[in-house]
């Protein structure tokens, strides 16, 4: 007598129905003769938050990086709360993850780069990728037309947009005119702010660029939105590759359903996953070709340990039957750490969506003709750069060599003008200049603490661990103040910096301030299963979208 209920037959089998989870699904289904399942624990945002998880300008909606608020939003988040971290005077975060079809794509802030607005990595970056894992498959070269394939891409509607916003056309290698079906477009309103920021960024030494979809990130430019036109709404993997698969009798969405265990057989060959429905039933998706593991950066290490493969001492902790011994599984973790400033501006910004008149105006005008304030996730022009030699010169020769370590053009600093609300006066409008430290040396972990997927497992991200990172943080603080009091700003500007304001100067006193509150989390945890080149699990039966290198 079988130990499990009843299989139900599938050729491929995806855990995880997020970015690369349905994207995958929607390619797949495209050959009629396959069946595909997707199994996804969440159901539909559009229909459990709403305009919340709709509208650009609602972006941040349950994203609060506050610990007591992680479960404000359990029908499209997960509610990870993160280990206290050393490098932040032990502090912890909420750390959103999408938990709905669509995945994280339905809770970040839309901008278009690999994580969450649209652009895409340096040609170095993917040069690098493919020569780790040993197949030029991922170089850059080999990998743009896939990029132009999933894309359909819509240059600013003028007529809406104002005249001193305009965006360059981008390379005409960047997209492609029959691609989709992801939705990526400029917002119908610009960050007033905005219009400073060219200017602004080259009088610190970030030159103009033309886009961040070309193989090059270094520059200053508006970034587009993973936002469809003309209805200016969220384009997420959900809306985008399930909606276009919507109707093909081959896939089928098992939504609320959580996986529980990847099964395999006799010679570790993925052969199905157990999964539990909202009603409590348990039952089995087998895998005929491949069971495909895209549960995100945090839960595909859990199911793989709980499935057998990882640290031998975990497992054993939790009786969990040892299938492979990886160390490595839920190690090496990267994420990149976020800093901000804020100052108040004179200029228009999301903070006025305090007001409720303002917010009721800004609703009429959306609703009327998608213009107007919330078609903009409220920060719109990004600069990249490796820290100039002025900056390079206060750092340590241990952190020079670290660094080095990424490629050539591959930027370390990422800043980007914000206008999201901050809870100052009612009716002010205040400007966040935020910094990610894109080039991280520190490294965190997911370790489960349960054999039970419907346990979250813990995770530390580790933020400014590494002691290279704390001295690139500094530096990074020090050109977002340098970029907010540029003289291009300079008439936009109204009283003195408010965060973290004009008392902390020295070294010492802006490391303190970012260990002490003044860095949360940018959410782009990566490379969290560093197993899968080295071991091949049986060949064909199993594999990886989240976090290989």
């Known amino acids: 007598m079988s130990l499990f209920p009843t299989s139900i037959p599938y050729d491929y089998v995806i855990i995880g129905g997020g970015t690369a989870g349905l994207t995958l699904a929607s390619r797949l289904s495209e050959r009629s003769g396959l069946q ?7 159901g539909h945002y559009e229909t459990d938050s709403g ?26 988040d997960w509610g990870f709360v993160t280990a206290p971290m050393m490098g932040l005077d032990g502090r912890k975060f909420h750390y959103a993850r999408g938990k709905t079809l669509g995945g994280s794509s339905a809770r970040n802030y839309m901008v278009f780069v690999p994580t969450d607005t649209y652009h895409r990595g340096t040609a170095g970056a993917y040069n690098k990728w493919a020569q780790l894992v040993g197949d030029e498959s991922y170089t850059f070269a080999n990998m743009l037309p896939f990029f132009r394939k999933s894309v359909h891409y819509l240059k600013p509607n003028t007529a809406f ?17 029959v691609g989709g079906p992801l939705g990526v477009s400029h917002a119908n309103w610009a960050l007033p702010m905005s219009s400073y920021a060219s200017q602004a960024f080259s009088s610190i030494g970030i030159p103009p660029a033309q886009d961040f979809s070309s193989g090059i990130l270094l520059g200053a430019q508006y970034c587009p939105l993973t936002v469809s036109s003309p209805n200016e709404e969220r384009s997420s993997s959900q809306s985008s590759f399930l909606e276009a698969a919507v109707g093909r009798a081959n896939l089928r969405v098992y939504s609320r ?30 895998a005929r070709s491949e069971v495909i593991l895209s549960a995100g950066a945090f839960q595909s290490p859990q199911l ?23 160390n490595s599984v839920g190690q090496n973790m990267w994420d990149q ?12 910004t999301q903070s006025s969506l305090s007001v409720p008149p303002l917010a009721a105006a800004a609703a009429a005008a959306y609703i009327a003709n998608r213009t107007g304030i919330l078609t903009s996730n409220g920060a719109d022009f990004i600069g990249w750069e490796k820290l100039p030699p002025s900056s390079r010169a206060h750092l340590s020769a241990h952190a020079l060599q670290e660094l080095a370590r990424f490629p050539t053009d591959w930027p370390e600093n990422e800043m980007v003008i914000g206008a999201l609300p901050f809870p100052g006066t009612p009716g002010a409008n205040y400007a966040i200049v935020f ?42 603080f020090r050109r977002c103040r340098a970029l907010l009091g ?23 006193e802006v490391l303190a301030f970012l260990m002490g509150g003044g860095v949360g989390p940018a959410y782009h945890a990566s490379c969290s299963c560093t197993f899968s080149i080295l071991v091949g699990l049986g060949g064909p039966g199993s594999d990886l979208m989240d976090g290989l290198v």
């Open 36 to 42: 595909i399942a997707i199994v996804e624990a969440g």
């Open 51 to 76: 305009n919340n998880s709709v509208v650009p300008g609602y972006a941040g909606y349950g994203a609060s990086t506050d610990a007591s608020t992680a479960n404000d939003t359990p029908l499209i």
């Open 161 to 177: 947009r104002a005249a001193n916003a305009s965006v360059p056309a981008p390379s005409p290698e960047a997209y492609s005119p």
């Open 257 to 286: 359903t959580l996986a529980k265990r990847i099964l395999f057989d006799n010679e570790k060959r993925a052969t199905g996953v157990l999964v539990k429905a909202e009603d409590g039933t348990t039952f089995i998706l087998s």
């Open 304 to 326: 793989l340990m709980v499935s057998g493969i990882g640290p031998p001492s975990t497992l054993a902790k939790y009786d969990i039957p040892l299938l492979v011994a990886r």
């Open 337 to 348: 750490p976020s800093l901000s400033l804020v100052q108040q501006i004179s200029l228009e």
């Open 435 to 476: 910094a990610d430290l894109v080039a991280p040396l520190s490294r965190g972990n997911v370790t489960i603490v349960s054999a039970d997927t419907a346990v979250l497992p813990v995770v530390n991200p580790n933020y400014l661990g590494a002691r290279t990172d704390r001295e690139v943080a500094v530096q990074m």
């Open 486 to 508: 540029s003289p291009a700003f300079a008439p936009i500007l109204v009283g003195e910096e408010l965060v973290p304001g004009p008392a902390v100067q020295t070294d010492a």
